[in-house]
């Protein structure tokens, strides 16, 4: 890339990403015939961060030198995870009964401890994968994946600054992510049509099912509605204010750890930016038992969504895309990372039989999240799509803290 991009001025850069996710998202749901062949094959998601990288590939743009990215990062990530985990109804969540829960947790158990497994066997095959290579060792890389796949974008970009994660191995992963999770994903939507053969040679108890349809449907009926300016005023007003409090307190808990606790650093727990996303999440959590949960039907989640893919351009305009495919072994680390996720999964399901359902949705709902998990979930029934979202959310919860573990114990192999 050239020494001085084509363009400087952060205000044309900004809306230089603006029109392209606005482009990404027209040609995404115009619905002719070629671009519907075309989102079949290349996930919206995956362009918002690649063509911003184009951009900076060939000089059209300075992703290091621009200041939209802290902004993106400062502001919106923590406010999208305030958003996103205002609309998780725990309640709702544990009435799904203890198999769907338990499937759901063996799922984020099968990400935080396979990763670790995943990196122990690429190291055999890529000693250069083991050890601390600085911001792009692969680890940190494998760290924003683990958020991604427990819990969603937002959490991945957590992870990114928790783990101070460089751009290069954030892009490698971004790839991993679309070939081996749509490859899995496959596999389930294929199990899906075979269901009730497959459950039936389980043993599994499928009668919890047919309830779980008329809970979701009525839970969908009862919160849709159409936005007004005042409920989205109120939406802002939850995000931007909780994003505040996390800041005005990450900077007091940080420091002071720092100075009394030096040897937490360790574990990022001088990090003001950790506590930033820690507390975020938490309040969204907290708000999520508060009146304010209704706010989630006034449109909340997509005020989230819209927030987090102005930070995934962000993030992808830093990225030089010419190194995305140079460390092909990094697609066998992923597939190990999905193999032991879905061993875990079926051996948990077997011992409780548990129906294909949940051990489909429960891996969805972390892998896939809240953009895939009701797609597996409706190949099952079209009702029972909700749960998916029910579930997703949940992992938006815990997705920032079963990334972090998964992160320590990713570092602890690497050495």
Not at 95 to 109: Q, R
């Amino acid at each position: 890339m050239d020494a001085t991009p084509l363009i400087t001025n952060d205000a044309v850069v900004f809306g230089l990403l603006a029109v392209t996710l606005g482009w990404v998202f027209h040609t995404s749901h115009v619905g002719t015939p070629r671009w519907k062949k075309f989102y079949t094959w290349v996930p919206a998601l995956l362009l918002c961060y690649f063509i911003p990288g184009i951009y900076n590939t060939v000089g059209l743009i300075d992703g290091a030198a621009s200041g939209i990215y802290p902004v993106a990062r400062d502001y919106l990530l923590p406010t999208s995870l305030v958003l996103f985990t205002l609309s998780v109804d725990l309640p709702s969540v544990l009435k799904l009964g203890p198999k769907a829960l338990t499937m759901f947790a063996a799922a984020t158990i099968g990400i935080v401890i396979g990763g670790p497994i995943a990196l122990w066997v690429g190291g055999m095959v890529d000693p250069s994968f083991l050890g601390d290579a600085g911001p792009e060792a692969v680890w940190r890389g494998m760290s924003t994946q683990a958020g991604n796949w427990i819990g969603g974008g937002a959490n991945q970009a957590a992870m990114k600054e928790v783990f101070d994660v460089g751009p290069n191995i954030f892009g490698k992963f971004v790839a991993v992510d679309v070939i081996v999770a749509n490859l899995w994903m496959a596999v389930l939507l294929f199990m899906a049509g075979r269901s009730e053969s497959i459950d039936k040679r389980a043993g599994a108890d499928t009668s919890a099912i047919d309830e779980l349809k008329a809970k979701i449907e009525k839970f969908t009926s009862e919160n849709a509605r159409v936005t007004t300016l005042h409920e989205l005023m109120i939406v802002l007003g939850f995000g931007f204010g909780a994003t505040g409090v996390a800041h005005a307190l990450a900077g007091v808990i940080a420091p002071y750890i720092a100075t009394h606790a030096p040897g937490l650093a360790d574990y990022s727990l001088t990090s003001h930016f950790f506590w930033v996303v820690v507390i975020a999440t938490a309040l969204g959590v907290g708000l999520s038992f508060t009146r304010a949960r209704k706010y989630e039907g006034a449109g909340a989640s997509k005020v989230a969504a819209a927030c987090l893919y102005v930070l995934v351009a962000a993030i992808g305009m830093h990225m030089d895309i010419t190194t995305v495919f140079s460390d092909p072994a990094l697609f066998l680390v992923g597939g190990i990372w999905v193999t032991v996720h879905a061993g875990i999964l079926f051996g948990v399901a077997k011992a409780i039989k548990a129906p294909l359902f949940y051990i489909a949705v429960g891996s969805q709902a972390n892998i896939g999240g809240a953009a895939s998990a009701p797609v597996v979930a409706s190949a099952f029934h079209p009702a029972l799509a909700p749960v998916g979202v029910l579930l997703a959310v949940l992992g938006y919860a815990v997705g920032t803290y079963g990334a972090y573990i998964c992160g320590l114990l990713l570092r602890a192999v690497a050495g």
